[in-house]
């Protein structure tokens, strides 16, 4: 069982800029997809941004497109979310997610989870 644990999540002022981590447990995620999910209270659990294995092709959704770039470090079992120009929107606890050998965005294909770092942006 794969463990993921989340860091840099904050407080901060609407414009602001975040950068979120994910570090596994082992090296097993290396050739998994990559992910960061949110979720807010009373809705679903939604996408943010993918990322590959192999060819590290990242995937982003509508809503942080040109704000958000996810990267990986396989030689630290660790995926990272730099989010800029941060809007009230973005308010959310961000899951960091180990999905599988192919990205989806879909939450059902998630094979793990991390605990989630909560990002609150004021205006």
């Known amino acids: 069982q794969v463990q993921l644990m989340e860091s840099g999540g904050d407080s901060v002022q609407a414009g602001g800029s975040l950068r979120l981590s994910c570090a596994a447990s082992d090296d097993s995620i290396i050739n998994m997809c990559l992910g960061w999910f949110r979720q807010t209270p009373g809705k679903e659990r939604e996408g943010v941004a993918l990322?590959?294995?192999?060819?590290?092709?990242?995937y982003y959704s509508a809503s942080v497109e040109g704000r958000a770039t996810i990267s990986r470090d396989n030689a630290k079992n660790t995926v990272y979310l730099e989010m800029n120009t941060l809007k009230p929107d973005d308010t959310a606890m961000y899951y960091c997610a180990a999905i599988s050998s192919y990205c989806s965005w879909h939450v059902r294909d998630v094979r793990y989870w991390g605990q989630g770092t909560q990002v609150t942006v004021s205006s």
């Open positions: 990322i590959s294995s192999g060819t590290n092709n990242p």
